[in-house]
């Protein structure tokens, strides 16, 4: 079965200092790859997402960026993090394009407070 | 372009009621929607999906949708709301060509005793 797996769980950064979010599914191949942010009271906001490796799309202007370097390993970075960048974000999955219009897969989620 | 819109960012029902949480949706091509529920600091965990043929949708823990077309809505609901029931539901739309999704502000469900 697949299994996805982000950490850390939370995380504490001050002002300034780098980021770097991992994210990695198992047991399948070729999965969309999603980053979304969720902030204090709102809902989900896509970051980005990648149909493939090195392929990434951005959703919004921002301080972060995403990598995938692996087909099932999804990065998200920042070189300075903003008091901004805190809030809670999630990882998630899908079937690529030979299985469309299926749902996503969430990870955990990772906690980030920026200090 | 796709959206969804929750109406309500917050819910209020008493254990035993009726339980609505509503969604509204746009979208220039047949949509693909979900209902999806999150605990507290946890990811999201699929409730139900209608993709298409029936437009009543039944998911886990017995909550069920019903895509209507002409009211553009999905709204979801459960005959008699738990103390497990509160959390977090987002509604959300697929795009359907790279299973891009969008999600809704979300609805806090609080359930009284």
């Known amino acids: 079965s697949q299994t996805i797996h982000q950490w850390p769980a939370t995380l504490v950064q001050p002002v300034g200092s780098p980021l770097s979010l991992e994210c990695t599914v198992e047991g399948t191949s070729n999965p969309n790859l999603y980053w979304y942010r969720q902030a204090a009271g709102r809902g989900l906001q896509l970051l980005f997402y990648?149909?493939?490796?090195?392929?990434i799309s951005s959703e919004v202007p921002q301080n972060l960026s995403a990598s995938r370097p692996q087909d099932r390993q999804f990065i998200l970075s920042s070189k300075k993090l903003l008091l901004s960048d805190s809030g809670f974000y999630l990882c998630a999955w899908s079937p690529g394009r030979r299985s469309m219009n299926t749902e996503a897969f969430f990870g955990q989620g990772t906690r980030l407070t920026v200090v | 372009a796709q959206s969804v819109t929750q109406l309500g960012s917050h819910v209020s029902v008493s254990e035993g009621a009726l339980v609505l949480l509503r969604c509204n949706y746009s979208s220039s091509v047949p949509p693909y929607l979900f209902w999806y529920v999150q605990y507290p600091n946890q990811g999201l965990q699929l409730l139900l999906k209608?993709?298409?043929?029936?437009?009543l949708v039944k998911g886990i823990n017995g909550f069920e949708a019903e895509f209507k077309k002409s009211e553009t809505s999905f709204h979801l609901t459960k005959p008699s709301a738990h103390m497990s029931d509160a959390a977090e539901y987002f509604c959300a739309v697929g795009l359907g060509n790279n299973n891009d999704m969008r999600f809704g502000a979300g609805t806090r469900l609080t359930v009284k005793p």
């Open positions: 209608y993709t298409t043929g029936a437009t």
């Open positions: 990648s149909v493939g490796i090195g392929q």
